[in-house]
């Protein structure tokens, strides 16, 4: 079992920048790959981005790239989403989780989520 903590939301002005943190324990040594997902307002959960556990290979939707940046510190089994020049399309709630891949479906391990709100 791996477990996730998601940590750093909360409310932004457009065109501002935040970061989210997501605390990894367990049996992070059988982790592939964590990712960001987010689901917002009425819509269906889509893929953030990616990073490989072992080499820092990352993954981007298209629609964050330029502005998101993930990375992780093995040492601290923690990851980061860095997010600069906010949207309030961007609003959402963001979940980190371990698996592989850009489909929810191959990540077994989530996070409870934290909402990130972009004003306009």
């Known amino acids: 079992q791996v477990q996730l903590v998601e940590s750093g939301g909360g409310l932004v002005q457009a065109g501002g920048s935040m970061r989210l943190s997501c605390s990894a324990s367990g049996r992070t040594f059988s982790v592939y790959a964590l990712g960001w997902f987010r689901q917002p307002p009425g819509k269906e959960r889509e893929f953030v981005a990616a990073?490989?556990?072992?080499?820092?290979?990352?993954d981007y939707a298209d629609f964050v790239k330029g502005r998101f940046t993930i990375s992780r510190d093995n040492a601290k089994n923690t990851m980061y989403l860095q997010m600069n020049s906010l949207k309030p399309e961007d609003t959402a709630v963001y979940y980190c989780?371990?698996?592989?891949?850009?489909?929810?479906?191959?990540?077994?391990?989530w996070g409870q989520g934290t909402q990130v709100t972009v004003s306009s």
């Open positions: 989780a371990a698996g592989s891949g850009r489909n929810s479906r191959l990540y077994p391990y």
């Open positions: 990073v490989r556990w072992s080499s820092s290979s990352t």
